[in-house]
């Protein structure tokens, strides 16, 4: 029996929500490269406890974001 292998463009929408992720996580990128660089030394003694924050905080944002525009985290609000 032979088998057919399909394959199917990408929708706009799916392309679309693929470039937001992808803006939102270049974005999260830049905000932690910006904070990292600049901020965090300049806090003497919260230098540490903000750095761990924002390696561990601002890609936590940028997935909620990521899954907000995906739908998910609205869907599930919703019921």
Known sequence: MAQE???AVP?????TRVGIVGA???VTGAVEGVVMSMVAPKL????VPFTW??????PVI?????LMTKGMISDAGMG
Do not use: D, K, P, R
């Open 5 to 7: 292998l399909a394959l």
């Open 44 to 47: 003497g003694a919260l230098e």
């Open 53 to 58: 924050g924002t390696l561990l905080g601002i």
């Open 11 to 15: 929708t706009t929408e799916e392309m």
């Open 24 to 26: 939102s996580a270049g």
């Open 62 to 66: 940028g997935a909620a974001i990521a």
